[in-house]
C-alpha cells in the first residue's frame, strides 16, 4: 500500500514536471517569437524609412539638377539675348535721330530690369551660387526681388556670426525659405514677411513670418503640396520644423537645424 502512494507521488510529481517544462518550452518560444516578431517589424520599419528618405534625397537631387540646367539656361540664352537687344538699344539711342526717343529709352530701361531680374532670378536656382555666396545673401536677394515687385513687403534679421552649415544642407534649407516666401506671396499678397537667420554656436534657428489671413493647417494637410515639401525637406536634413497658423493671424514657420 505505501509502495502504491509513493508511486503516485512520483506520478505525480514526474506530470507537473513534465508540464511545467512544457509550459516553459511553451511560454519560450511565444516569448522568442514575440522578439523575432519585434524585430522583424522594427526592421522593416528601418528599411521602410531609410527608403522613403533615399526616395526623398533622390528627389531632391533631381529638382536641383533641374534648378541648376533652367539657371543656366536663362544665363546663357535668354539672359544673352536680353543683353544684345540691350546694347542695339544703346547704339540706337546714340543716333541723332533717336536720341531723345522716349519709347526707345523706356524700352532699354524695362529691358535692363528684366536683365537684372533674370540674374537674381538664376543665381537663387543655380545650388552653385547659393553654396559660394551663403544662405544669407540668397534670402536677402529673394527679399530684394518681392521689396522690388511690390507683391509684400520683406525684411531680413540676422547678425554677423558665420552660418556654418554642410553645403548640401545649405541649399536644402534655402529652398525650404524659398518656398515659405512664394507660398506667402502667393497667399497672402501684399503681407509682410518677417525672415529671421539666427546662428547659434551650435544650431542655427530660422523663423519665416508673414501677418495674411493665415489658414488651418489641418484643412488643407492632404492638398498642400507646398507645406508637404518643405516639411519633408526640412527631415531630409535632420531638421525641427514646425508651422504655426490660424485664420486672421498670419503663419510662422520655425527651423531648427543643428550643427
Given at each position: 500500500m505505501q509502495d502504491n502512494i509513493s508511486e503516485i507521488y512520483v506520478f505525480i510529481i514526474t506530470g507537473i514536471l513534465l508540464f511545467g517544462i512544457l509550459a516553459g518550452f511553451i511560454i519560450f518560444f511565444v516569448i522568442t517569437y514575440y522578439k523575432k516578431q519585434q524585430e522583424n517589424t522594427k526592421e522593416k520599419h528601418l528599411l521602410q524609412t531609410k527608403f522613403?528618405?533615399?526616395?526623398l534625397t533622390s528627389t531632391i537631387e533631381i529638382q536641383e539638377k533641374a534648378f541648376d540646367d533652367i539657371s543656366r539656361e536663362l544665363h546663357d540664352n535668354i539672359g544673352q539675348q536680353l543683353s544684345a537687344a540691350s546694347i542695339y538699344l544703346n547704339l540706337s539711342l546714340q543716333e541723332k535721330d533717336n536720341a531723345g526717343n522716349t519709347k526707345l529709352q523706356s524700352c532699354r530701361d524695362i529691358i535692363t530690369d528684366s536683365l537684372q531680374d533674370l540674374r537674381h532670378i538664376s543665381q537663387t536656382l543655380l545650388g552653385e551660387k547659393i553654396r559660394t555666396t551663403g544662405i544669407i545673401h540668397s534670402v536677402k536677394l529673394e527679399i530684394d526681388k518681392i521689396n522690388k515687385l511690390g507683391i509684400c513687403t520683406g525684411t531680413l534679421k540676422t547678425t554677423d556670426m558665420p552660418v556654418s552649415l554642410d553645403p548640401k544642407k545649405e541649399i536644402i534649407l534655402f529652398r525650404i525659405i524659398q518656398e515659405a516666401i512664394s507660398n506667402a506671396t502667393k497667399h497672402a499678397p501684399g503681407c509682410n514677411i518677417e525672415i529671421s537667420i539666427d546662428p547659434q554656436p551650435d544650431s542655427l534657428k530660422v523663423s519665416v513670418?508673414?501677418?495674411?489671413?493665415?489658414?488651418?493647417?489641418?484643412?488643407?494637410?492632404?492638398?498642400?503640396?507646398?507645406?508637404?515639401n518643405m516639411k519633408s525637406r526640412a527631415k531630409t536634413i535632420g531638421a525641427s520644423y514646425e508651422l504655426k497658423s490660424a485664420e486672421g493671424t498670419g503663419t510662422t514657420i520655425d527651423i531648427s537645424l543643428g550643427y
Open positions: 522613403n528618405e533615399d526616395l513670418k508673414d501677418n495674411g489671413k493665415g489658414f488651418l493647417p489641418e484643412s488643407i494637410q492632404e492638398s498642400g503640396i507646398g507645406l508637404m
